[in-house]
């Protein structure tokens, strides 16, 4: 992940619980789609827009499984 640009503003960072990337973009769909194709081995700080659309599709997706 360190060495993958997704994004020319992005900035990278290795701390001692993961590595965090930081970056702006108006391509919120494409994120997200990211972000849930890593499952749970990624966690989103924010925006709180895109944190609320993945608790959204979390919801359900554990919908059609119970």
Known sequence: ??????????KVERWTD???VKFTT???PEV????????HTVKVLGPE?????VKEEVD????MYL
Do not use: F, S
Request: no cysteine.
């Open 1 to 10: 992940m360190l060495e993958r640009q997704w994004h020319n503003t992005q």
């Open 18 to 20: 993961g590595v965090y």
């Open 26 to 28: 108006t391509q919120m």
């Open 32 to 39: 997200l789609r990211w972000v849930l194709g890593q499952g």
């Open 49 to 53: 827009e895109l944190i609320d659309r």
């Open 60 to 63: 359900k997706m554990k919908g």
